[in-house]
C-alpha cells in the first residue's frame, strides 16, 4: 500500500518557468489537498478537492492551480514560477466528505521541495 | 478567519523533562482539534485528536492534549520526554461540523538532550 506518493522529491526552477507536482493516492480518498510549508510558519493550505471534479481555494491559492480528473491524482501546477514559491509542498488526502469529515486524520506524502531562482 | 498560535517556536528538553506545547486558535464554533507530528526525514503524522467528547485525549507515545474550551486552547503534554521525541510539533484546527480547512500552527521544534 503506497499511501499518497509525491513527485518530483525535488525541483529547482527558474522565474517564470512552469511546473507541476503530482500527487496520487490508492486509497480511494475523496479528499485531497496540497500544503505548503515554510520556516516558521507552518503548513499552508493551498487548494484542495472533495472528490473528482469538485476543487476550492485555501489559505494561499494564488499562482497556484489544481484539477482533480480522477479520485486517485490531484495535481499542483505553478503557472509562472516566482522566488516567493520556494518551498516544501506536501499532499494529503483523508476518506470521506460526509458527516464531521473535518475530524478525519489527513494521510500526508513525503513531499516536495521546491526552488526558484 | 480562524487561527492557530503556537506560542514556543523552539524548546529544548533534557530526557525524562515534562513537556507542554502551548496553542491556542480563534473560533467561538464548534472545532476539530488536531496534533500532528513530523520526525527528522519522516512524513507528518496524527500524534492525537479531539472531535467531541471527554477533553483530555491521549495519543501515541505517550501524548496527552486537553480542550478548554473557555480558553481556546489544545495544549499538548507528556509527563517525561525522550530523545526520540526530538522533532517538529504542530497544531492544526478545523472549524465546523463539515469544514474541510484544516489550519496549522507554526509549528514548535522540539530538541531533547539524552
Known amino acids: 500500500n503506497a499511501g499518497v506518493t509525491q513527485t518530483p522529491k525535488f525541483q529547482v526552477l527558474k522565474t517564470g518557468q512552469s511546473m507541476t507536482l503530482q500527487c496520487a493516492q490508492d486509497m480511494n480518498h475523496e479528499y485531497m489537498s496540497w500544503y505548503r510549508q515554510d520556516p516558521g510558519m507552518g503548513l499552508r493550505l493551498i487548494h484542495y478537492s472533495v472528490g473528482a471534479g469538485i476543487t476550492d481555494q485555501g489559505e494561499v491559492p494564488n499562482g497556484y492551480n489544481v484539477s482533480r480528473s480522477t479520485t486517485e491524482d490531484f495535481p499542483l501546477r505553478l503557472l509562472s514560477a516566482a522566488p516567493s514559491q520556494t518551498s516544501v509542498y506536501f499532499c494529503?488526502?483523508?476518506?470521506?466528505?460526509?458527516?464531521?469529515?473535518?475530524?478525519?486524520?489527513?494521510?500526508f506524502g513525503a513531499g516536495s521541495r521546491l526552488t526558484v531562482l | 478567519a480562524q487561527s492557530v498560535s503556537q506560542h514556543n517556536h523552539h524548546v529544548i528538553l533534557s530526557e525524562a523533562a515534562s513537556l507542554e506545547l502551548g496553542c491556542n486558535y480563534s473560533?467561538?464554533?464548534?472545532?476539530?482539534l488536531f496534533w500532528y507530528v513530523q520526525y527528522p526525514g519522516q512524513h507528518l503524522q496524527l500524534l492525537l485528536k479531539y472531535f467531541s467528547g471527554d477533553p483530555l485525549v491521549k495519543g501515541i507515545k505517550g501524548f496527552e492534549a486537553e480542550f478548554i474550551k473557555s480558553k481556546f486552547s489544545f495544549n499538548l503534554r507528556k509527563p517525561s520526554v525522550q530523545w526520540s521525541d526530538t522533532a517538529e510539533y504542530f497544531c492544526?484546527?478545523?472549524?465546523?461540523?463539515?469544514?474541510?480547512?484544516?489550519?496549522f500552527g507554526s509549528g514548535t521544534r522540539l530538541l531533547v538532550r539524552p
Open positions: 492544526a484546527v478545523n472549524a465546523g461540523y463539515s469544514s474541510y480547512k484544516l489550519i
Open positions: 473560533y467561538g464554533g464548534t472545532v476539530n
Open positions: 494529503a488526502s483523508s476518506y470521506g466528505t460526509g458527516g464531521n469529515s473535518g475530524a478525519n486524520v489527513l494521510t
